[in-house]
Structure formats: structure tokens, C-alpha cells
């Protein structure tokens, strides 16, 4: 098993920074995919930026050029650098890890930017 604990998440205004962090712990395996996820109300769950364990990284379209996604293999953490906060990126964000068959989810942390 794994856990995954989501830290940084908070209130913001429009144009602003945030950064969040992800613990893992447990079973985790050398070759993983850790990423960021978010959920708005009433919306699916949408890909926000993963990374491998290699340090390739994927980026949704409406993130590019703002968010920056980083991991630390030695301490199983994955970041998420936000910039230039919009009001729409206001969510649950969610911290994925993915090895082997299986997926893993922490229990979210609220952004939300106020215009």
C-alpha cells in the first residue's frame, strides 16, 4: 500500500503563487508516475502535470508557462509551483501516484483563487 499526504493548499488572489507538496510512503517501487490532479465543482477530475521518476514531465495545455511540476525521489515528494493563479484554477487538487497495476490518490487539498 501506499499513502499519499497533500500539503500547500490555501487561498489566493488572481496572479498569484502557491506551491504544493505530496508525501508518499509505503510500497513504493523505483519506477513510478507521480502527478497533480484537480477537481473544480460540479467537474471531472482533469490531469494537471505528472512526472516520472526518470523526471519527464506532461503538462495540461492550461497550465503550460505557470505550473511547474518537480519531485525529490530521496524523500518521495512530488511539488506542484503554481504561478499566475487564475480564478479558474480553483479546485481540489490531488496528488496521483501510479506503479506497476496500481493507482494511488491522497485526499486533496482546496486551492482556490479569488479574483
Known amino acids: 500500500q501506499v499513502q499519499l499526504v497533500e500539503s500547500g493548499g490555501g487561498l489566493v488572489q488572481a496572479g498569484g503563487s502557491l506551491r504544493l507538496s505530496c508525501v508518499a510512503s509505503?510500497?513504493?517501487?523505483?519506477?513510478?508516475?507521480m502527478g497533480w490532479y484537480r477537481q473544480a465543482p460540479g467537474k471531472q477530475r482533469d490531469m494537471v502535470a505528472t512526472?516520472?521518476?526518470?523526471?519527464?514531465?506532461n503538462y495540461a495545455d492550461s497550465v503550460k508557462g505557470r505550473f511547474t511540476i518537480a519531485r525529490d525521489n530521496a524523500k518521495n515528494t512530488v511539488y506542484l509551483q503554481m504561478n499566475s493563479l487564475k480564478p479558474e484554477d480553483t479546485a481540489v487538487y490531488y496528488c496521483?501516484?501510479?506503479?506497476?497495476?496500481?493507482?494511488?490518490w491522497g485526499k486533496g487539498t482546496l486551492v482556490t483563487v479569488s479574483s
Open positions: 496521483n501516484l501510479g506503479q506497476t497495476w496500481n493507482n494511488y
Open positions: 509505503g510500497s513504493i517501487r523505483s519506477f513510478n508516475v
Open positions: 512526472i516520472t521518476s526518470g523526471g519527464s514531465t
